[in-house]
């Protein structure tokens, strides 16, 4: 694990196994395994570290179910937002909305009375429930699997990647 909130790293190299970061002095290369999904936007970066804990992480460490709407809705929209709003804070902003909820269709389920809401880890499920509940929405929730393994996250700016483990070389 390397953080140094003082100097600017640079990543100079991103590879499908490895990422470079460089600052001024030096190169450290962070090797993934069993990398299961990443996220680049930028290039030049305050710190990076690898953590155990992280909200990323929320999709490993919690159950995933679906969750079906079975009345019409009033206000499809406020009701999509509230959820998006909810899952938002729950993973502190790192994963949109969208990462969850029906693609195009959680409105139309909302509007039509009935399909597919949402796919998420059980606190977004939970916090979906509540605004349908508060919306005087009916639901059914449909477990689909327990925890995954354990993962960990390289977290580097707004870049992630997150793997079974990783390994930092110095150069």
Same mark, same amino acid.
């Given at each position: $694990?390397?953080?140094?909130? =003082? ?5 100079? /190299?991103? #590879? %499908? %196994?490895?990422?470079?970061? %460089?600052?001024?002095?030096? =190169? ?13 936007? #930028? ?28 009345? !019409? !809705? ?14 938002? &804070? ?7 909305? /969208? ?6 269709? !959680?409105? !139309? ?12 880890? #059980? ?27 354990? $993962?960990? &996250? ?18």
């Amino acid at each position: $694990m390397h953080q140094d909130e =003082t100097v600017s790293y640079v990543i100079s /190299s991103r #590879q %499908t %196994t490895f990422w470079d970061f %460089t600052d001024e002095h030096r =190169t450290s290369r962070v090797h993934f395994l069993g990398k299961s999904e990443w996220h680049y936007s #930028q290039g030049i970066i305050p710190a990076f570290s690898v953590v155990d804990e992280h909200p990323l992480l929320l999709d490993y460490a919690a159950r995933w179910s679906n969750l079906y709407v079975s009345t !019409a !809705a009033h206000d499809s929209a406020a009701i999509v937002a509230s959820i998006g709003g909810a899952a938002s &804070a729950l993973v502190d902003g790192w994963r949109p909305a /969208s990462h969850y909820l029906n693609d195009g269709y !959680a409105h !139309a389920a909302l509007d039509e009375g009935y399909g597919l809401l949402l796919q998420a880890p #059980q606190p977004i499920v939970e916090a979906a429930k509540s605004v349908l509940e508060h919306h005087h929405v009916r639901y059914s929730e449909v477990p689909l699997h327990g925890p995954r393994e354990s $993962m960990r &996250a390289l977290i580097a700016g707004a870049n992630w990647v997150i793997a079974d483990r990783f390994r930092i070389e110095r150069r």
